[in-house]
């Protein structure tokens, strides 16, 4: 029923909130998972049903983001299937707040996992000017210590409307880092930056492949000369 309190859930379950450094099993925490929903009356036998099937689960929304506010979950991959399932269209301007919020509260060695890139990821799928703070998505980008969990975010600046010099200024500068320099480039080319053309050229002569290649193609399509 879903109408039905989640912390009233939470206390028949007897689940309660554990600490960041205890670590619990993918299937014991895929079995919170799994009763919860059934409380709710909605039935699966294991989290990558909600990934697999995830366009099916649109009305869980809610519950998912409750569980993602709570600290039940330890276990980066059951987490990690959790922000999965709600990477659909559906859920566009619901998640992206706490999805951020939750990204930011991970440490330096967690946002290095696939965990960090996992929020990324979804909030370059959900992007919109709307319902994204563009400052917050900028500060995670310039920070190094995030390391290669950034790459998603920084495509997402590629689908900014209102704030387009803003980004591009920061894009330019994140063409200088090797670990985010082609989801630069490529934010660019889907930003339509001419004004970029100088560092463009200079990057068509890269020795990474990827990098000398979508570089060509920006010059290309834009008609910069090189």
Do not use: C
């Amino acid at each position: 029923m879903m109408g039905t309190n989640f912390d009233k859930v939470l206390d028949e379950l007897k689940i309660s909130s554990k600490p960041k450094t205890e670590y619990s099993s993918i299937k014991m925490e895929e079995e919170i998972i799994i009763n919860i929903l059934d409380k709710y009356d909605i039935k699966i036998d294991s989290i990558y049903d909600l990934i697999q099937n995830r366009n099916d689960y649109k009305d869980i929304i809610p519950i998912l983001l409750n569980i993602l506010r709570t600290d039940i979950l330890t276990n980066e991959k059951v987490i990690e299937g959790v922000v999965r399932a709600l990477t659909i269209k559906g859920a566009k301007g619901l998640v992206e707040e706490i999805l951020i919020k939750n990204y930011n509260a991970l440490s330096k060695e967690d946002k290095r996992k696939s965990l960090g890139w996992t929020y990324g990821n979804a909030i370059e799928y959900l992007y919109s000017d709307r319902y994204v703070d563009i400052n917050e998505i900028l500060r995670i980008v310039k920070n190094k210590n995030n390391g290669t969990s950034r790459q998603m975010f920084v495509l997402a600046l590629g689908k900014t409307k209102k704030h387009i010099e803003k980004v591009a200024e920061v894009l330019i500068e994140l063409t200088y880092d090797s670990e985010v320099d082609l989801h630069a480039l490529t934010a660019l080319y889907k930003l339509k930056y001419i004004k970029a053309a100088p560092r463009i050229k200079e990057l068509s002569k890269s020795s990474k492949i990827a990098v000398r290649k979508k570089s060509q193609q920006f010059l290309k399509k834009y008609g910069v000369e090189k």
